[in-house]
Each structure stands twice: as structure tokens, then as C-alpha cells.
């Protein structure tokens, strides 16, 4: 008996006239897990996380979402699930408290539960300062918060964040995942697109990477590391014309290259760090990416 | 697994979804009441004015009503126009294509056919009630209050239901807010002219007549006449009849096409 699944896709695909944005996917979300779905745009990461919704229809495949059936009971599925969509789409002439009150009413939250459920949510967001601003006045971290806070007022079980931290500077990007992490401590059952490596080796159990519609990895992101990109990766500094005759001593071994701006990182080549005037550093999802498809992720 | 065999199946049209709806536009409206009621009652009182004063001093009696009656009431269908058709159109528009917020009430669980139906009832209402409003200023200027009076609300609510949802359907199907004009221009300001609001069909060429007849506004236009000065009978019922018709007609129209714009 597997654990129980709170998403389950099989063969999803999705065509929009001639471009197939998925391709047969397949992906689970055990549970009170955080998933993390990796690619880079265009890898139909999008298309997934609306697909859950129904706001995007299979052309096939199975897709069930809390046990239920999509698109068919779809309704049911979404009372019991959260979404953080990747545009802002608040009511911006509304304030914080406002628009909370407008989904609690959309998320059916019974009328006695209303006002706590509000609060709730505003403690959870951090916002109970600036409950009475408009959205209008907020930063941008302030919204994004707005819009997680926004997503949780029914408590859901599952909570779907699509690129919850793009666009978003360093310190405020870490003030969200401190959020999603407690979520997560607390049960919820959480998928997450982004094409932020860090944020999924850091919040995500298991992570599925996309590549023109299909699912190229699947596992926790410490064993895909281990298991495609070895333990270390070798970083070599230097003029274009030392990294061009690097790039090319690599291929003649037969190693894998990345460019990483002013440096070449070769993959698989451990203990060759000395030949090669490199140095060692610690493998990342983002070089098992590259390795599997041949892209950069972002 | 086995939850979705186990769960009845969450109905269409919910009370808990439309009301969802509705409460997002009347938290809305709070803030933007005071533009949306002056756009939606200053138009038509000019268009009263302007035609109760400038073709009054040439006409005194048109149909057999004075011209301030006659004017004073039909006025009641160029506001369901101005505050059901405009706003349904630019703020669907606007929701889905900038603001995205038909996205998030459909990420809630809240079915396209409910959202269409929320927002229809909500623009509804408030035609309901400013389509009294150049009516009731023409009470000032002469029109003669009457019971009947009491009737014009729910005409212009179920009048403005069908232009609510027309605007949904409009602006389901454009591609950008430019298309509009086509619309406007091609269809809806000929409508509100050719609708006996300021001059009566019966003295037309018969197509214009022909035309006239199955314009909603000329319906409506009719029905608050006849509520004010005196019902005709089965002819009222068939008024009635065809604003229903047409009010069923284009939500059904507005629900299938914003479901197209708005699941992919």
C-alpha cells in the first residue's frame, strides 16, 4: 500500500493547437509532503498547476486531486485546496482586510467562523498591522503575502503556489519560505512550481523537473544530486580563451560542461580538480537539470 | 482514494458561489459608488433634459402623452442601457484580460456559469435602481407620480439582466477592448435610438418598425410606459415575455463564451 496521495496525475497531456505544452506527465504529491515542480519557462509547469484547477483541460490522462476526480468534481477539489496563483490578482482598491473577507465568503467559510478565519489568515501573513491598507499601498513581499494568506482562509489540506517568490528580492524571498516551511510543518500538503533551484532543494521533499511537458527526474533532490550529478562539481575560473580550451579538454574526456557566467563548472569529473585548476564545489539540483536536458533552468 | 465515490457532487449554480460573487462587487462598490452612480444617471437625465426641453418647446404631445411623460419614461431604457450593457462590458473585460481576477474566483470553487450568473445579478439590481432616477426627475419637470412607478424598478432590473449578460457575451467574445466600438457603434447605439425613447416606431418605415420589435430597449421601453400610464393586457405579457427570452438567451451566450476565455 502506497501512502495516501493528496495529487495524483497520470499520462496528463495538453495540447493548445499545435504546441503540446504537456506530455504525458505523471506526478504524485504523497500526503503532507511539499513537492517541487522544476523547469524553465516553457516547460509547462503553468499549464500543470492550472490543469489542477480546472481551469485548464486535459486532452488525457488521469488527474486526481483530494481523491477527487478532474474535471468532474473539480468543484469539490478546489473547496478543499488553496492556490497562490504566479499573477497578483488582488482587488487593489480594497484593503487587506477586504479582500480576505471577499474570499472567505468565495471559500464558503461558515458566517460565525468568518471573522476568526480572517484573523487567521492575518497573523499567518504577518499583515495584521496593515490590515485597514489597500493593496494599492503595499510592497511587493506584502502582496505575495496577501495572496498566500488569501489562499488559506478555509484551511485547506493542499495549497498549490505557482512561482510563489518570483520577482521577489533575496530577504523577502526568505521571509516566504519561512511561511511555506511552517505550512508545511503543519500538515499541509503543498505543490510548488518554481524555477528557483534553492527554493525547491530547501523546502521540497521530492521534486519533479520539467522539460517540454514531461517529467525528466523525479525524487527527493538530495538523491537526484548523488545519483546525476555525483558529489562535487569542479568550478574553473579564467579568460575566455582559458575556459574555451577548458570547454574542450572536457569534451575530449568526455565530461559534462555548464557555463555559469564567468566560470565553466564540469560535472562528473570528480578528483580532477587538480588537473584542471579548479575547484571543487558541492552539486545542485540546477546542475542535474542541465546534465538531464541540456537547458539552463533560469 | 475512493473520496470522489463517496461525495455527492457539488451543484451548478450554488447559492454559496453566486453570493461569493455578489459580495466581491458590493465590498467593490463601496469604493466606487460615487463615479458608477454618477456615470450610470447623469447620462440619461442630460439625454431627458436636452430632448424634454429642446423637442418639448417644438412637440407637445407625441402618441397621445405629453412629451415630458412620453420622454420621462422611455428615458428608463436608455439608463438600463448606459448602466447594464457599458459596465457589464469594459468591467469583464477589465476583470479577465488586466486584473485577473476571474482567475482567482475560479481557482475558488466557483463555476464559470455562476460567476457569469453573480456578476449579471449584481449589475442587474443596480439598473433596478438607477433606471429610476431620470424617471424620477422627470417627476420634477411634470411627470405625474403614480403606483405604477413602484413596478419600474423590477423592469428595468429584468431588462438589465439581459443587457447585463449581453455585455458578458460581448466582451467573452473580443479580443481587445478596441473591438468594442464595433459594437457600440453597429449595434447598441442604433438600438437606443430606434427604441420609441424619444420619438415613437409607429410613424417609421415598416423595416425600421420591423427592427424596432425585436429591440429589447423598445420591450422595456414599452412595458414602463404601460406600468406607468396603464397595462394593455396580453400585450404587456408578450413585452414581458421577450425581455425574459432575451435575458435568458444572452446569459446562456455570456456563460458559454467567457467559459471559453476563461478554461483552456
Redesign the interface.
Known amino acids: 500500500m502506497s501512502a ?2 493528496a495529487i495524483r496525475l497520470r499520462g496528463v497531456v495538453k495540447r ?1 493547437g499545435a504546441l503540446t505544452a504537456v506530455d504525458g506527465l505523471d506526478l504524485d504529491v504523497p500526503v503532507g509532503t511539499c513537492v517541487g515542480l522544476l523547469g524553465p519557462n516553457g516547460a509547462g509547469k503553468s499549464t500543470t498547476m ?1 490543469a489542477l ?5 486535459a486532452d488525457e490522462g488521469e488527474l ?1 486531486v ?4 478532474l474535471p ?2 473539480s ?2 477539489a ?2 478543499e485546496m488553496g ?1 497562490v ?1 504566479q ?3 488582488l ?4 484593503t487587506v482586510e ?1 479582500n480576505l ?3 472567505a ?4 467559510v461558515p458566517a460565525g467562523h468568518r471573522k476568526e478565519a480572517i484573523e487567521r489568515a492575518l497573523g499567518l501573513a504577518n499583515l495584521g498591522e496593515r490590515r485597514a491598507a489597500k493593496v494599492d499601498e503595499l510592497s511587493g513581499g506584502m502582496r505575495r503575502r496577501l495572496l498566500i494568506a ?1 489562499g488559506l482562509l478555509h484551511q485547506p489540506r493542499l495549497l498549490l503556489l505557482d512561482e510563489p517568490t518570483v520577482g521577489l528580492d533575496p530577504q523577502v524571498r526568505q521571509e516566504l519560505w519561512a511561511l511555506i516551511d511552517r505550512l508545511r510543518s503543519e500538515g499541509v500538503s503543498i505543490l510548488m512550481s518554481t524555477h528557483y533551484i534553492e527554493e525547491a532543494e530547501r523546502l521540497c521533499e521530492q521534486v519533479t523537473i520539467m522539460s517540454h511537458g514531461k517529467a525528466v527526474a523525479v525524487g527527493p533532490p538530495r538523491a537526484l544530486i548523488a545519483e546525476h550529478a555525483g558529489p562535487e562539481a569542479i568550478e574553473v575560473y579564467g579568460s575566455p580563451t582559458r575556459l574555451h580550451e577548458v570547454e574542450g579538454l572536457a569534451r575530449e574526456r568526455g565530461w559534462r560542461t555548464r557555463r555559469t557566467g564567468t566560470s565553466i563548472s564540469i560535472l562528473q569529473a570528480n578528483g580532477a580538480a587538480a588537473e584542471l585548476d579548479g575547484e571543487p564545489r558541492v552539486t545542485n539540483l540546477e546542475d542535474v537539470f542541465v546534465l538531464l536536458t541540456g537547458e539552463e533552468i533560469s | 482514494m475512493g473520496r470522489a465515490a463517496a461525495a455527492p457532487r457539488l451543484g451548478r449554480l450554488e447559492r454559496a458561489a453566486v453570493q461569493g460573487v455578489l459580495v466581491r462587487e458590493i465590498i467593490n462598490y463601496s469604493s466606487f459608488w460615487r463615479s458608477s452612480t454618477f456615470s450610470s444617471t447623469i447620462d440619461p437625465t442630460i439625454y431627458l433634459l436636452a430632448f424634454g426641453f429642446g423637442f418639448g418647446t417644438l412637440v407637445s404631445e407625441v402618441a397621445g402623452y405629453d412629451y415630458i411623460d412620453f420622454v420621462g419614461t422611455g428615458i428608463v431604457a436608455t439608463t438600463v442601457l448606459f448602466s447594464g450593457a457599458f459596465p457589464a462590458m469594459y468591467g469583464t473585460f477589465v476583470k479577465y484580460q488586466f486584473q485577473h481576477t476571474y482567475d482567482a474566483i475560479i481557482a475558488a470553487p466557483v463555476d464559470t456559469e455562476e460567476l457569469v450568473t453573480g456578476e449579471a445579478l449584481w449589475i442587474a439590481a443596480r439598473t433596478g435602481v438607477y433606471g429610476c432616477v431620470p424617471m424620477l426627475v422627470a417627476v420634477v419637470f411634470g411627470l405625474d407620480p403614480s403606483f405604477g412607478m413602484l413596478l419600474v424598478p423590477f423592469i428595468a432590473a429584468l431588462a438589465g439582466f439581459g443587457w447585463a449578460t449581453f455585455g458578458i457575451f460581448i466582451a467573452g467574445r473580443a479580443k481587445s477592448i478596441e473591438s468594442f466600438s464595433y459594437w457600440q457603434s453597429g449595434l447598441l447605439t442604433p438600438m437606443f435610438l430606434v427604441a420609441g425613447t424619444f420619438f415613437p416606431l409607429d410613424e417609421l418605415p415598416t423595416w425600421a418598425q420591423v427592427l424596432g420589435n425585436i429591440n429589447p430597449l423598445y420591450h422595456c421601453v414599452e412595458l414602463v410606459r404601460h406600468a406607468v400610464f396603464g397595462f394593455e393586457g396580453w400585450e404587456d405579457v408578450g413585452h414581458v415575455a421577450f425581455l425574459v427570452a432575451f435575458a435568458f438567451v444572452s446569459w446562456r451566450l455570456a456563460i458559454r463564451f467567457m467559459e471559453r476565455r476563461l478554461i483552456l
Open positions: 495516501e496521495l493548445f492550472k484547477t480546472a481551469q485548464v483541460i486526481e483530494l481523491g477527487y476526480r468532474e468534481y468543484k469539490q478546489r473547496a492556490v496563483p499573477l497578483d490578482n482587488d487593489t482598491s480594497l477586504q473577507r471577499v474570499f465568503h468565495l471559500y464558503r488569501r
